[in-house]
């Protein structure tokens, strides 16, 4: 007799107390059972001799830009490259999507969207912008995962930035609809006025002039000042993309004082580093941008801390066209990796660095669904919980390739 849907046999559980070798049955879309050499049989047996089993891993951070702008990437491909690279849940941010996420109207036109073609599970982050705090009960009411604002320009003319008072009264908002808000941490005065300089230097610009433009100060003051918002507010808040230890000191120290805040940070940051800028331009460039060494080891230390809350990949594709302009400051600012998430934290994490498979699955999974709530069903490899998994090869290794 059939006794389930699914059986795993003989993987390796990465769990949250360590590995474990056992069997994992599925019935539905739900684990039914976890044991060694589990008794019955199934529809579909996998054989996961040599393999690990991971949860699912929740990317917290992806642009998938639909609808209205899907050439430069929709649903349907996003989520395939989210499912090749181990990703079973997505969260998508309210821009580049035209109209970009603010209200009733424009949810239900990017779930319609995404619900037609998305091969992952999926939720939508609602925009924090100047105009649309009347729209947030709303966004909230119909599911909205929180609330995405930017304190510096967005480079989306119909996503604008969000100001201290936006900010401010946004994030009471929240707190009294029990959302969280995360914020691009970024001081756009100090941004702006550099990139300015630089453009009117006369001088020929080159990546690293774009990177000057945009200082670790500038990412600790907006950090900081988030925080001091989400202080007086009670708001829960998560500061996205952190690229420093520093900044992640800054999360911490809040933390211990009793303000509920968390961060995230992104595989680019802990594989590479402004001395890969030009090797790697055009597809480098993001914001914020890649940082020293020394930032770089120093964010590593966060990590294995446990600091560091989560990692995203902040998935940011564009058309091949808008990757071409010779002016820096023009080049779109994305990094397109949510595929290669999982991949690229076993190879620099745990490979190279020795961060523990268990540490990896919380950082990916379990420490993701908590935060957002969708503990018990998602995030850990449980009984009664979705079937979400990763079947990975450790001894496996792969070239990335501009084709993938």
């Not at 059972?33 to 929740?58: K, M, N, W, Y």
């Not at 509920?260 to 890969?276: A, F, G, K, R």
């Not at 090797?279 to 590593?300: G, I, S, T």
């Not at 919380?362 to 935060?371: I, Y």
Request: glycine fraction near 10%.
């Amino acid at each position: 007799m059939t006794a389930y849907d699914l059986l795993v046999r003989g993987g390796t559980l990465v769990t949250a107390d360590g590995p474990l070798a056992a069997d994992l049955a599925i019935s539905g879309e739900v684990i039914a059972a976890i044991g060694p050499e589990l008794s019955g049989g199934a529809t579909t047996e996998i054989d996961a001799g040599g393999l690990h089993v991971f949860p699912g891993v929740i990317d917290a951070h992806v642009h998938f830009n639909e609808p209205g702008r899907s050439e430069w990437e929709g649903f349907a491909s996003g989520t395939r490259a989210l499912a090749a690279g181990g990703s079973t849940c997505c969260f998508e941010m309210p821009l580049n999507a035209h109209p970009p996420t603010l209200d009733a109207a424009s949810f239900d036109l990017k779930r319609a969207a995404a619900g037609a073609v998305a091969l992952v599970d999926f939720a939508l982050w609602g925009g924090l912008v100047p105009g649309n705090l009347d729209q947030m009960d709303e966004l909230a009411e119909l599911g909205a995962i929180g609330f995405k604002a930017f304190m510096a320009a967005s480079g989306i003319e119909d996503f604008p930035m969000a100001d201290d008072l936006t900010l401010y009264q946004g994030m009471a908002r929240a707190a009294a609809l029990g959302l969280l808000v995360a914020v691009h941490a970024e001081n756009d005065q100090i941004t702006a006025a550099l990139a300015r300089r630089a453009l009117t230097s006369g001088a020929a610009l080159t990546p690293h002039d774009y990177l000057r433009s945009r200082p670790v100060i500038a990412e600790l003051e907006a950090i900081a000042r988030a925080i001091l918002f989400a202080e007086e507010t009670g708001c829960r808040l998560h500061i996205v993309h952190v690229s420093t230890g520093r900044g992640v000191a800054l999360v911490v120290a809040a933390r211990q004082r009793g303000v509920n805040v968390t961060c995230e940070t992104c595989p680019h940051y802990l594989v590479l580093s402004e001395d890969d800028i030009e090797p790697f331009w055009p597809w480098a460039k993001c914001a914020p941008p890649l940082r020293p060494r020394a930032d770089q080891d120093e964010l590593w230390e966060r990590v294995f801390d446990d600091s560091v809350d989560l990692i995203a990949s902040d998935h940011s594709p564009a058309p091949p066209a808008m990757k071409q302009d010779p002016n820096p400051f023009q080049v779109w600012g994305g990094i397109a990796g949510c595929q290669h998430l999982l991949p690229l934290l076993l190879d620099a994490g745990h490979q190279r660095r020795g961060l523990p498979l268990a540490h990896i699955a919380a950082l990916t999974a379990g420490n993701v669904a908590e935060r957002f709530g969708l503990v018990p069903r998602k995030g850990h490899l449980l009984v009664g919980a979705d079937a979400d998994l990763a079947l990975v090869d450790l001894a496996a290794s792969e070239t990335i390739e501009r084709e993938q």
